[in-house]
């Protein structure tokens, strides 16, 4: 079974313009959830997204925005650009649904964002 | 809120030595707690998991175990390999359904042959 893929591993943005990352989650997986991850503040949830409705937020600005697709993809979107938003975004998938076993998150590889 | 504290780093310790990474925990209600590991330039892979007080989870030789009385939940292994060599996290989940993680500021550790 094919992981968690997010694209692209790489992205060089200056400030103020905006970005699209895009993350494909596991085949079968209906929650994606997204991360930041900074040598300063370490890893942090930005949302988290379910059969297409964003379910659990974190707490970041709204230039930080994200959606699902039917197929489970997503995309989290960062509108005008600071400095203070290089960082490694970490996407995970899994399957999502309630019950009495946890749902194990699985990651992909991440975006690594450099802003200048 | 719920919080996750874990000892800093980077800790470094020779081959076939024992580790201890302590971390403990804040959190309302009974929350789902993990150790995940980065390899460098790599995402996060899930180490071991408990989902209940006295749960202890295990993988690869490594060992933790859910108390909740001192609200901890320490990862040891017997004896380190070079290969081990990465960034370890603590991480709770106060929902069953997995979508919302809380991360310690991870450790980095490094085994030197």
């Known amino acids: 079974k094919a992981g968690v893929t997010q694209t692209p591993r790489y992205l060089i943005k200056t400030r103020g313009q905006q970005v699209t990352l895009s993350c494909s989650p596991i085949?079968?997986?209906?929650?994606v959830s997204w991360y930041q991850q900074t040598p300063g503040q370490g890893l942090q949830f930005l949302f988290e997204y379910f059969s297409e409705t964003q379910r659990n937020k974190g707490n970041f600005p709204g230039r930080f925005s994200g959606r699902q697709f039917s197929n489970s993809r997503s995309e989290m979107n960062v509108s005008t650009l600071e400095l203070g938003d290089s960082a490694l975004y970490l996407c995970a998938s899994s399957l999502g649904t309630s019950g009495t076993s946890y749902n194990e998150q699985f990651f992909g590889p991440g975006t690594r964002l450099t802003v200048l | 809120g719920n919080s996750v504290t874990q000892m800093e780093g980077p800790v470094t310790l020779s081959e076939e030595a024992f580790l201890t990474i302590n971390c403990t925990y804040t959190a309302t209600g009974y929350p789902s707690l993990f150790w995940y590991v980065q390899y460098p330039g790599e995402g996060l892979q899930l180490l071991l998991k408990?989902?209940?007080?006295?749960d202890k989870g295990s993988n690869k030789g490594f060992e933790a175990t859910y108390r909740k009385e001192t609200t901890s939940f320490h990862l040891e292994k017997g004896s380190v390999q070079v290969s081990d060599s990465a960034v370890y996290f603590c991480?709770?989940?106060?929902?069953?359904?997995?979508?919302?993680?809380?991360f310690g500021q991870g450790t980095e550790l490094s085994v030197k042959p």
């Open positions: 991480a709770l989940s106060d929902d069953n359904q997995g979508g919302k993680l809380i």
């Open positions: 085949s079968g997986h209906r929650s």
């Open positions: 408990a989902t209940k007080a006295d």
